[in-house]
């Protein structure tokens, strides 16, 4: 019973690199998210995607792309990193509106 | 401008207890409301919720509170266990339209002292 599923749990870029965050879910949600939380903040919406082929921006989508070719899969890419970007990403999915998202155990990024 | 806020950054509570996590909203279009806890190095997972039709939900040991007037949403949570010791994420959406995107507060960090 894996839920939402986070690859990678950890990683470091330079400055100007880029990098995409995979989630992905077995649920068979409709709805995806990706999120941002620094520290001692909450958690920040980038992104996402009311089903495949369907994304809008969050609050925070400046630096990001994301992409929902399946209802499984979404990934959110990285073109130019830049070090306020260094955050922990998590994932989440839905099945309706109003439910309760279920979270993926996020990604720690870190840009040098 | 923060549309959800937890004014307690941090709460110690002895084990076998009980206390009360506080969250006031700002947006008069959140209907649907919703605690997380959270450990380190994992996700948020869901904890109780409740909509705008109703002023109290209560599953097991939490029970949620919404005050509509006052924007006040607030978990008692009774017989604190060790395992309670997270932080504890207060977030609202509206519902229908684009209204259905979470919005957090900061968090709380819960303390459970033996």
């Known amino acids: 019973n894996a839920g939402v599923t986070q690859t990678p749990k950890f990683r470091i870029l330079k400055i100007g690199q880029s990098m995409t965050l995979q989630c992905t879910q077995d649920?068979?949600?409709?709805?995806m998210y990706w999120y941002r939380q620094d520290p001692g903040m909450g958690l920040k919406l980038i992104y996402y995607s009311v089903g495949a082929g369907i994304t809008d921006k969050g609050e925070v989508p400046n630096g990001y792309n994301v992409s929902r070719s399946t209802t499984e899969d979404f990934p959110l890419r990285l073109e130019l990193a830049a070090p306020s970007q260094t955050s922990v990403y998590f994932c989440?999915?839905?099945?309706?509106?109003?439910?309760?998202?279920?979270f993926g155990d996020g990604t720690r990024l870190s840009i040098l | 401008d923060q549309q959800v806020k937890q004014n307690s950054p941090s709460l110690s509570v002895q084990e076998g207890r009980i206390s009360i996590l506080n969250c006031d909203y700002t947006?008069?279009?959140?209907?649907?409301f919703l605690w997380y806890k959270k450990y380190p190095a994992e996700g948020p997972t869901f904890l109780i919720s409740i909509s705008s039709i109703k002023d109290k939900n209560e599953d097991g040991r939490f029970t949620v509170f919404l005050n509509k007037s006052a924007k006040h949403l607030s978990l008692l949570i009774v017989r604190y266990q060790p395992g309670d010791s997270a932080v504890y994420f207060c977030a609202a959406s509206g519902s229908g339209g684009s209204n259905y995107k979470l919005t957090f507060g900061k968090g709380t960090l819960l303390t459970v002292n033996p």
């Open positions: 947006n008069s279009m959140f209907d649907y």
């Open positions: 649920m068979n949600h409709n709805y």
């Open positions: 989440a999915s839905s099945p309706i509106v109003a439910q309760p998202q279920h």
